[in-house]
């Protein structure tokens, strides 16, 4: 099993609609996790930390759910330049890695 | 303030050569990571240094080695090079804090012939 898991996708949603991504971890010792963005072929660009309480930057929302090991970003109003992937990272407090979930693929259309 | 500097941009290299990649992290970073990520796969983590030392590295094999200067900076470098090791290889610094996050070169796109 990866250490960070998440549903390639890709999400294809009109503009405006509301979309979620959950990401699965399974090292219990990961303690921060962040949202990354990447758009083709460019290096990832910080999205946001995600706290146990709750994260919102704008239209976007982080949540990290530790008792089921799941983090996930809410995108409210999509725009189309929202389009891009987005990848989920877990930093482990025992071995300092700091591992990329394969990303999700989001396509919004007008 | 200059981001994280990576070079060169562009590399090609035919199979069984060697090759270096650098990494310059930003001012005040003492953490450097490598990543590969090849065409169409996520982020595989391939090493870490902190402090000059390497901390931790992933999954590959041993042609895949690096090192970290007095001054932070760090280099990559592939042996006997395979098809398959072309990719984008990204580097991230970060401080020396656990909870600190990433930030990334825009890589060096590496293609074995």
């Known amino acids: 099993r990866k250490e960070v898991e998440q549903d390639p996708g890709p999400f294809n949603v009109p503009e405006g609609a509301t979309v979620a991504f959950n990401c699965t971890y399974s090292n219990s010792a990961s303690q921060s996790f962040f949202w990354y963005r990447q758009d083709c072929r460019k290096e990832p660009k910080l999205l946001m930390s995600v706290y146990s309480s709750g994260n919102e930057d704008g239209r976007f929302t982080a949540q990290l759910n530790r008792a089921s090991q799941y983090i996930s970003l809410l995108i409210r109003d999509s725009k189309l330049s929202d389009s891009a992937t987005y990848l989920c990272?877990?930093?482990?407090?025992?071995?300092?890695?700091?591992?990329f979930g394969q990303g999700t693929t989001l396509q919004v259309k007008p | 303030e200059a981001g994280v500097t990576q070079s060169p941009t562009h590399l090609i290299k035919t199979r069984g050569q060697q090759v270096t990649l650098r990494c310059s992290p930003i001012s005040g970073h003492t953490s450097v990571y490598w990543y590969q990520q090849a065409l169409g796969l996520g982020l595989q983590f391939l090493l870490w240094?902190?402090?000059?030392?390497?901390?931790n590295r992933g999954n590959f094999p041993p042609r895949f080695s690096g090192r970290q200067f007095p001054n932070y900076s760090s280099e990559l470098n592939v042996n006997a090079l395979e098809l398959e090791d072309s990719a984008l290889y990204l580097c991230?610094?970060?401080?020396?804090?656990?909870?600190?996050?990433?930030?990334f070169g825009s890589g060096t796109q590496l293609s074995v012939l």
């Open positions: 240094y902190d402090e000059g030392e390497e901390r």
């Open positions: 991230a610094s970060k401080t020396g804090a656990t909870n600190e996050k990433l930030f």
């Open positions: 990272v877990g930093a482990s407090s025992n071995t300092g890695k700091l591992i």
